[in-house]
């Protein structure tokens, strides 16, 4: 089976490469690049991609996908064919199901799920068992059965010695440890950001130290130990400038923000929306124009959606006790675009941050367009305007604050492995 992509504007960060070529994709594989016209397209399926971009397809490194446990609001059926739809080839799901990816026969049963899904899924292990914070899971086992990172996103590990010690394992099997930076004892029953907006509506804030003093923290342990640390859905000022300061210093520590934490303010919360509520919270302006500067100065190294599908009975209810989490799949390369339009990201800023760079820092497949590699690609047509309708998501969950947003720019076709 070959597929002849012609007349695109390919970018391809990975080998400085943004110009008008065509690719050549056989058995699943990126065959071949050429000037425009220059390659023979002999029994080979052909995509007429003028006007549009060709990019290695998009890599999310971190979504909720809710099997097992909570198949009502996400399953990995749903979950790869929004990923698919929003232009992803790729995406890493977290372990806080139900039971927690804590053991081998968790991975195994996702991979398995997977294995005929839209989008490729590497599921990321739990550092402590349960996620509980006690006691660390076997990461061996975890490695073994196909996890690159683990986490225990959703939740903080609060104890210092547990982190150290999983940052020191981490190095045997050269796992990613991917931080959800939250100290508990500060963010403790909050529902947003702290500060003006949360004094006017009356609702418990969440500092920025409760970010912050993790990151710090977390910094620290990784200098002392060697191991390879990722900063999870970065929203503050504090944490952008520990991060920029810690990459200096030759730390190994890399970053990921999320659409919204550029996008939105704290004000989006105004009228109890329970739409905008996430954890951590939206910040101030200060916050979004700290972490548009470390998008653009890299300081900040992957765009991610933190796509957490919740039901809208869920989220429709009173503000304290909504759960935390929007969908993202289906919209991120639009708001990213935006960034883009904005004149705030280059289009290979944009493609290094939400492909090559997460692909770098999993050591995955994807995240180039060179010959022979996987032929995970990406079309976009980035003057198509359109209008987010959440009713329209391929995500079993609706629970977005974008909907009804006019955005400009799509992808239209998601390659993974040669597969249209
Ligand atoms: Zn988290
Ligand atoms: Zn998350």
Known sequence: MK???????????ANKVDEMLDILVSDGKIAKLGKPGSLSADNAQVIDAAGRLVVPGLIDMHVHL????????????????????????????????????DNRSITEFILSQARDAAARVYPIGAITKGSKGEELAEMGELHAAGCF??????????????MRRALEYSKIFDMLIISHCEDSSLSGTGVMNEGVVSTA??????????????????????????????????STAGSVRMIRDAKARGVKVTAETCPHYFTLTDEAVRGYNTMAKMNPPLRTADDVA????????????????????????????????????????ETSLGLTLKLVNDGILTLSDLVTRMSTAPARILKSNGGTLSAAAV???????????WTVDASQFKSKSKNTPFNGWKLKGKAVQTMVGGRL
Do not use: W
């Open 3 to 13: 597929i002849l992509i012609k007349n695109g504007h390919i970018i391809d960060p």
């Open 201 to 234: 509506l009356g609702l418990r804030g969440i500092p920025r130290a409760a970010e912050d003093v993790m990151t710090a923290r977390d910094i620290s342990l990784a200098e002392l130990t060697g191991g390879r640390l990722h900063i999870a859905h970065v």
């Open 149 to 162: 990172a683990v986490s225990d996103d959703g939740k903080p590990v609060m104890n210092a010695s547990m």
């Open 290 to 329: 700290a972490i548009k500067q470390g998008l653009k100065d890299g300081t900040i190294d992957a765009i991610v959606t933190d796509h957490a599908p919740h039901g809208m009975d869920e989220k429709s209810g009173e503000f304290d006790y909504a759960p935390f989490g929007i969908v993202g799949l």
């Open 375 to 385: 032929a995970d690609i990406t079309i976009i047509d980035p003057n198509l305007e």
């Open 66 to 101: 809710r099997e097992p446990g909570f198949e009502y609001k996400e399953t990995i059926a749903t979950g790869t064919a929004a990923a698919k739809a929003g232009g992803f080839t790729s995406i890493c799901c977290m372990p806080n199901t139900n039971p927690v990816n």
